[in-house]
């Protein structure tokens, strides 16, 4: 079946530090892809997308790419800030049996110290 | 304008209570949805609605009944519940459902925090 699979957290660094989280999926065909933030207390905030291979996702200074070769959707910043600090997920939406669902991962939890 | 908004913001209950979630957007959006979200977990599926007529049930618990009442607004009901049923409850829309197109992106409102007691 379907799965996303993101790197176990939390995430420290230093403000202005560079950052990767890394994303990689199962699924059939061609799924799309998602990175949502959630801030403590806030339900989650679509940060970028990519819905298919070698399209790049990007907003506020976060990036994505969707490499099928690998099969993963790592999510980077060159320079992270405090505010910055949040749960970040990675989801696909992919078919299972001709429905078509949300497929989250774990949650990554970043942290950034000033 | 992508905003989803979700009313009560928090809401304490007894397990004997009847109360209701409410959610609504104004986005045109043609399919809602409802997911749980348990402490540092991600969320989890319980309702589809695709154009007011309810298309997933996540095998939840009949103590949960959602409700579309039209295409703007989606209630979910919430009557008996047990003490484990704390959580954020997550309203979200889509255009249409995710496999039509533009259906994929979901916009998430900012939940209302249960407890039960």
């Known amino acids: 079946g379907n799965s996303v699979t993101q790197m176990e957290g939390p995430v420290t660094l230093s403000e202005e530090a560079f950052l990767t989280i890394n994303c990689t999926y199962t699924?059939?065909?061609?799924?799309?892809l998602f990175w949502y933030v959630q801030y403590p207390g806030e339900g989650l905030q679509l940060l970028l997308k990519a819905t298919k291979a070698d399209d790049k996702g990007s907003n506020k200074g976060f990036e994505a790419t969707y490499r099928k070769e690998t099969t993963s959707f790592h999510l980077e910043k060159g320079s992270v800030q405090v505010s910055d600090s949040a749960v970040y997920f990675c989801a696909l939406v992919g078919s299972t049996s001709g429905t078509y669902k949300y497929i989250f991962g774990t949650g990554t939890r970043l942290k950034v110290l000033a | 304008d992508t905003e989803v908004t979700q009313t009560p913001k928090h809401l304490v209950m007894g397990m004997t209570n009847k109360k209701s979630l409410k959610c609504e957007q104004h986005?045109?959006?043609?399919?809602m949805y409802w997911y749980k979200q348990k402490a540092k977990k991600p969320p989890e599926l319980m309702f589809v609605?695709?154009?007011?007529?309810?298309?997933i049930n996540e095998s939840v618990p009949s103590r949960f009944s959602p409700e579309c009442p039209n295409s703007s607004l989606l209630n979910l009901h919430l009557h008996a519940l047990q003490p484990e049923d704390s959580a954020l409850y997550l309203c979200a829309s889509s255009q249409v459902v995710a496999g039509g197109p533009g259906g994929e992106t979901q916009y998430f409102g900012p939940g209302t925090r249960l407890l039960v007691l």
């Open positions: 986005m045109g959006h043609r399919a």
């Open positions: 609605y695709s154009y007011e007529k309810l298309s």
């Open positions: 699924a059939t065909g061609y799924p799309s």
